[in-house]
């Protein structure tokens, strides 16, 4: 009956699972983003502070705070957090010129993330000086290769365990002490390199800061708990069958709790649904991968069959579960579709959901075509099922690849990243008029294009034209520059530090010909929110 069952008709099936994914989800702001700051990016001040304010999106943890004053010299800056918002005091007198403050904080979901806000007291510095934090590659490919080395490590040891003990006639199996010495030393390197990305250094030596940097949040803690299922699967603590089983089990819940502390699906709401679905499917995944070495192993030897048709009887049920759970988290953190394709999140997701598509039409064609003739002793479907076995084998591989490139998945660090819609302002002259509009940009500056018109709203071609801005709110004077004709016919400008529009007034000054200067002035709307 099972053989009969049509190809064509799985395929469609795990397409609409697939498109449930998308149809439900969108990109998601994975790591804490800055939402505001005092002073504001681009702000320039007549009076130098003495504090600066961050305000992110979550709750965030300071791991390093400091600035670069006009003078060159940079220094750190002691700061208090209190959930989402960071307070530094600033040393003082500062003298005029830029100065750049560079944070580095850990999200909610225990990865780092940094940035710089940069603000001018009394005028910018003639060349300001260069933003550090910039991320380290090489340290993030160590990361991304030890993380995917430790996971498979995990899965193999622990999950490996609970299949021979669960489901082989003869009872536990020692895992291979060289195995797991290494997978113990790859969750101990795992530890280390996190700790140096979260305090913003490269690969290197950096004694035991980094180690006190991951026990700082539950990053260090998860990674015990790897350690300990390792250990409990790995080492002879119970010698037979039935307590080999409860110790195998444990190792597995340990295990799969150590994947529930951290990362972007952890901090999901509600928080309880989240947690425990990380906690299913991190258990079957473990599960999973771990039984396919031992199953390679029965396929290619003559041994009792049995744990390989319990495997295939059982496997279903866990299966569906995990990709349930899978969908559940895919949903939980993705709200908005309109975003979905800007994030590198929602992109590794949909890589992650093909391979498992591809993972489910592979499992299913063991399940219904191969399982039974090679029980039966069909050399034919025994070779195709160790084909197959190795083919999913390869599958995993890459999907744990794939899951471990979410750490690095976090939204860049760009100052006000919600930024303030276009705004247009009208301004009327007696020889001229000008359509003005301004367009905030992610970074806290602002573009500005400017089409000239003659009083019968004809476009008009002046000598030049050029901007003044002054905001006597903030008490900063006539700031002013010269707009570049743009091949459209309008009059541009970019970068101006108008993070924030309001109190501004603006000069459009037009030179129609030698003896006519034209000034166009007026204010920006506020309340563009």
């Known amino acids: 009956m099972a053989r009969n069952f049509p190809l064509w008709a799985t395929f469609c099936l795990l397409a609409r699972v697939a498109g449930l994914f998308f149809l439900l989800a969108a990109g998601a702001d994975a790591h804490a983003v800055l939402i505001a700051s005092a002073p504001e990016n681009n702000d320039i001040l007549t009076v130098a502070p003495e504090k600066i304010l961050l305000r992110f999106n979550e709750a965030v943890r300071v791991v390093r705070f400091s600035m670069v004053a006009a003078d060159g010299v940079a220094r750190e800056i002691s700061a208090s957090s209190t959930g989402a918002e960071i307070k530094g005091s600033l040393p003082g007198p500062l003298a005029d010129g830029t100065v750049i403050v560079s944070y580095r904080v850990v999200s909610e979901d225990g990865h780092p993330v940094g940035g710089s806000i940069v603000f001018h007291v009394g005028k ?39 299949f021979n003990c669960w489901l082989s006639p003869a009872g536990a199996r020692r895992q291979s002490p060289a195995l797991a010495a290494v997978a113990i030393m790859l969750v101990l390197a795992g530890l280390y390199l996190q700790g140096l990305d979260d305090i913003g250094m490269g690969p290197g030596w950096a004694e035991l800061e980094p180690i006190a940097q991951a026990f700082a949040d539950k990053t260090g803690i998860a990674q015990c708990l790897k350690l300990v299922a390792i250990m409990l699967a790995a080492l002879p603590f119970a010698p037979r069958p039935r307590s080999a089983r409860l110790v195998s089990a444990t ?67 866990p299966f569906v579960l995990m990709l349930l759970a899978g969908l559940l988290l895919a949903v939980m953190e993705i709200p908005r579709i309109d ?30 075509w191969l399982t039974a003739p090679a029980l039966a002793g069909n050399p034919a479907a025994r070779r195709r099922l160790r084909w197959s076995i190795g083919s999913e084998i390869g599958l995993a591989l890459l999907i744990v690849a794939a899951a471990s490139l979410w750490r690095f998945a976090g939204p860049e660090q760009y100052q006000y990243a919600h930024a303030q819609p276009p705004v247009s302002l009208h301004l009327h002259g007696q020889k001229a008029m000008a359509e003005l509009e301004m367009t905030p940009q992610p970074d806290g500056t602002a573009d500005i294009r400017v089409s000239i018109l003659t009083l019968k709203f004809d476009p008009m071609q002046p000598r030049s034209v050029s901007l003044g ?8 004077e006539s700031l002013k520059y010269g707009l570049t004709h743009a091949g459209d016919g309008t009059w541009a400008a970019g970068n101006l530090p108008l993070s924030d529009i309001a109190g501004w007034s603006v000069d459009v000054q037009v030179l129609i010909d030698d003896f006519n200067l034209v000034h166009l002035e007026g204010d920006l709307p506020t309340g563009t929110d």
């Open 469 to 476: 801005l002054r905001n006597t709110l903030r008490g900063i």
């Open 339 to 368: 975003i979905a394709w800007s994030s590198l999140f929602a992109r590794v997701l949909a890589f992650k959901i093909g391979l498992v598509a591809v993972l489910c039409m592979l499992a299913l064609y063991n399940r219904f």
């Open 124 to 162: 910018p510095s003639p060349r300001s000086s260069s933003v550090s934090d910039i991320p380290s590659k090489a340290l993030h490919t160590a990361i991304w290769l030890v993380t995917i080395g430790s996971t498979l490590g995990l899965a193999i040891i622990v999950g490996g365990s609970f």
């Open 251 to 317: 190792a597995l819940a340990v295990a799969s709790l150590a994947f529930t502390l951290t990362g972007h699906s952890s901090i999901a709401q509600p928080r309880f649904i989240a947690q425990g679905s990380i906690f299913l499917h991190a258990a079957i995944s473990l599960f999973w991968i771990g039984s396919l070495p031992p199953l390679l192993r029965l396929s290619r030897s003559t041994e009792d069959q049995r744990p390989l048709r319990f495997f295939s009887r059982l496997i279903p049920i």
